[in-house]
């Protein structure tokens, strides 16, 4: 129920617009961390949403989405 609660907070407050390639593009990354416990034993969970890199020619965007779409293509080089 957490997982679901948290999932739903973050798809309501994740900016995303269209674009000519994607009618609905967040441009950002997500991280869930989780620890599940079983029978007393313990192991940490990393969950990583990663943002597709754009082709900005391709995608038809200018201005602000341009420059959001530039960023996230140099965040994912970087990473």
Do not use: C, P, Y
């Not at 990663?50 to 020619?57: D, I, T, W, Y």
């Not at 960023?71 to 990473?79: G, Q």
């Amino acid at each position: 129920d957490d997982v679901a609660r948290i999932g739903r907070l973050v798809e309501a407050t994740r900016a995303a617009q269209g674009h000519a390639l994607n009618h609905r593009s967040s441009r950002s990354h997500a991280v869930l961390g989780a620890v599940l416990t079983v029978r007393g034993r313990s192991s940490r969970w990393i969950f990583v949403d990663l943002a597709g890199s754009e082709r900005v020619k391709k995608s038809d965007v200018d201005g602000v989405r341009m420059m959001e779409a530039m960023a996230t293509n140099a965040s994912l080089s970087a990473l």
